[in-house]
């Protein structure tokens, strides 16, 4: 091959790499999840390091990583799916969710079949814009393809370990067949 072929080859896939690495990077930032606390005490959660404000970018604390539902679709007031949802969780432990509030932000869920109501930690909801008090209403609610909204929630500082920031209840659970499977963990949202 000549020289200068080569040479033109070799700036083409420079590009292309640096272009690969940096989508992978940004990917796995979106991915992250953080809490920080700010100077009244209080606890906030974002998605990517870039939604903690700078001030507390320093004290900030990666809470995991998740991988992101896809982006909800159709009118904010209807169950939207798009077939089955298919949850992983490991057999003989809490099944936890990742939720999507209001096409935004994340929040870690642990689904409860005996809870009437969805509820969320007041710092959550507040990290994602949504007041807390007076039984908050959020446009939409959404688990992998699982999409049900407007939502009233339970506000509940509750502590429930293993990063949950509330509940999974029945009030969205009800619009699905929920299906688990404790042998191979996996659950399954189905339209009803």
Request: glycine share 10%.
């Amino acid at each position: 091959m000549p020289l200068t072929s080569r040479g033109a080859l070799h700036r083409l896939r420079l590009p292309a790499f640096a272009f690969l690495v940096l989508s992978l990077v940004t990917s796995s930032a979106q991915a992250q999840l953080y809490r920080w606390t700010d100077e009244n005490g209080e606890t906030h959660f974002g998605q990517g390091r870039e939604s903690v404000p700078e001030r507390y970018r320093k004290s900030a604390r990666s809470v995991g990583a998740v991988d992101p539902p896809p982006a909800p679709s159709g009118p904010a007031d209807a169950t939207v799916n798009e077939g089955v949802t298919r949850i992983a969780f490991a057999p003989g432990h809490p099944i936890m969710v990742t939720a999507r509030i209001n096409g935004r932000g994340l929040v870690q869920l642990l689904l409860d079949t005996g809870a009437d109501r969805t509820t969320i930690s007041p710092a959550a909801l507040m990290g994602l814009g949504v007041s807390y008090r007076d039984a908050p209403k959020i446009e939409s609610l959404q688990v992998g393809g699982a999409r049900v909204g407007p939502l009233r929630v339970a506000s509940h500082d509750a502590q429930l370990g293993r990063g949950a920031q509330g509940l999974l209840g029945r009030d969205f659970l009800n619009y699905f067949r929920v299906s688990i499977d404790s042998v191979r963990g996996i659950v399954e949202l189905t339209p009803r």
